[in-house]
C-alpha cells in the first residue's frame, strides 16, 4: 500500500497582534491537514510569539527570525521569510497559508482528496485555490481582475521551488531560468480577511509594509475603492474566525456611489466586460494548469 503523502504547513509572522492579523485562526484552520507547522517568527514589539505558543499543539515549531529593515526591494524580505518556513518544512508537500486566510472547515476533506489524488502523478507540482477576498466588511468580495481569483498555495516539497516575492513560486528545474508551476484545481477556497480588518490596524500595516516596496503608505479609505468592482458574499465564513470578525473586523460598510473611478479602475471596467461577453478570466496567473 502507497503511503499516505505527508503535508507541512508554513508561514511567516510579525507584530500579527499589533498590526490586526486572525493569524491564530488561520492556523488552527490549516492544522487538522497537517503533519507539522512551521512558522518563521520575525522579532516584534508584540506578544505574537506568545500567542502561537498558547496555541499548544505539538506539531507546531517556530524559527525566530530578523527581518532585514534595509531590504525595500519590491517586497523580497517577505519572500526571505516565507522561504525560510518552507525550508525548515519536511513534508511531501507544504502548505504555505499567510496570517490573514484562512481555510473553511467544511472544505477540508475536499483538499485531502485532491492531494491523494495527484500526489502519484509528477506531473502535478502545485494546487490551485479558488481566493475569496473579503472587502471593507465580511459580506462584500472584491472580485476585479485587479484581484488574483486563483493561486497555488500547496506545493511539492520534493522539488527545487523559491518565491520571489511572498505571493508565488517559480520552479528552478532549467538552471538559471524558472518557470510556472505545474498544477491541478484544489477544489476548494482561500477566505482572505486582510481587507477587513479594523481601519486603524490596516493604516499600521500599510505603514511597515511600505518600507519594503521603497514607497509611502497611502491613507486608508476602504471606500476608495470603484463599486463596479465588489459584489456581495452570502455564504457561510470559517467557524474559526466568526470571533475575530465580530472584534477586530470592520462590520459597516458600503461603497461610495459617487466614487469617480481611476484610469486603472476604468481599464479594470473593460476587463470585466470582457470577462462577462466571453467567459474569460483576465486576472493575473501564476501556474499553469496541466490537470
Given amino acids: ?85 518552507q525550508y525548515a518544512c519536511t513534508g511531501d508537500w507544504a502548505f504555505y497559508l499567510e496570517g490573514d486566510e484562512l481555510l473553511h472547515e467544511d472544505e477540508l476533506p475536499r483538499i485531502r482528496a485532491s492531494v491523494d489524488r495527484h500526489h502519484a502523478n509528477p506531473q502535478v507540482e502545485a494546487l490551485v485555490f479558488d481566493y475569496l477576498h473579503f472587502y471593507g466588511a465580511p459580506n462584500w468580495l472584491a472580485v476585479s481582475p485587479a484581484w488574483y481569483r486563483r493561486e497555488c498555495r500547496l506545493i511539492r516539497n520534493t522539488i527545487r521551488s523559491y518565491a520571489p516575492d511572498g505571493q508565488f513560486w517559480v520552479v528552478m528545474d532549467r538552471h538559471k531560468r524558472g518557470r510556472e508551476p505545474q498544477a491541478a484545481l484544489a477544489d476548494a477556497h482561500i477566505y482572505h480577511y486582510g481587507h477587513v480588518r479594523r481601519q486603524d490596524y490596516m493604516q499600521q500595516k500599510m505603514n511597515q509594509v511600505s518600507r519594503y516596496w521603497a514607497g509611502s503608505a497611502p491613507q486608508v479609505d476602504y471606500r476608495r475603492i470603484d463599486p463596479q468592482s465588489l459584489r456581495r458574499f452570502d455564504g457561510t465564513h470559517p467557524a474559526l474566525v466568526k470571533h475575530w470578525l465580530a472584534t477586530e473586523a470592520e462590520t459597516h460598510f458600503e461603497p461610495d456611489p459617487q466614487h469617480q473611478p481611476t484610469r486603472r479602475e476604468r481599464k479594470h471596467r473593460v476587463s470585466m466586460a470582457l470577462e462577462r461577453l466571453f467567459g474569460w478570466d483576465l486576472s493575473h496567473k501564476h501556474y499553469k494548469l496541466v490537470a
Avoid: C, H
Avoid at 507541512?8 to 509572522?13: H, P, R, Y
Avoid at 522579532?43 to 505574537?48: E, L
Avoid at 507546531?60 to 516565507?82: P, S
Fill in 1 to 85: 500500500m502507497t503511503p499516505r503523502a505527508s503535508i507541512s504547513g508554513f508561514t511567516f509572522i510579525r507584530n500579527g497582534v499589533e498590526l490586526g492579523f486572525p493569524f491564530e485562526a488561520s492556523i488552527r484552520s490549516l492544522l487538522p491537514l497537517v503533519d507539522e507547522f512551521v512558522i518563521a517568527v520575525g522579532a516584534g514589539q508584540d506578544d505574537t510569539r506568545e500567542r502561537l505558543l498558547a496555541i499548544g499543539d505539538p506539531r507546531i515549531r517556530l524559527i525566530d527570525t530578523v527581518w532585514n529593515e534595509r531590504m525595500a526591494e519590491r517586497g523580497f524580505v517577505y519572500a526571505q521569510q516565507k522561504m525560510i518556513a
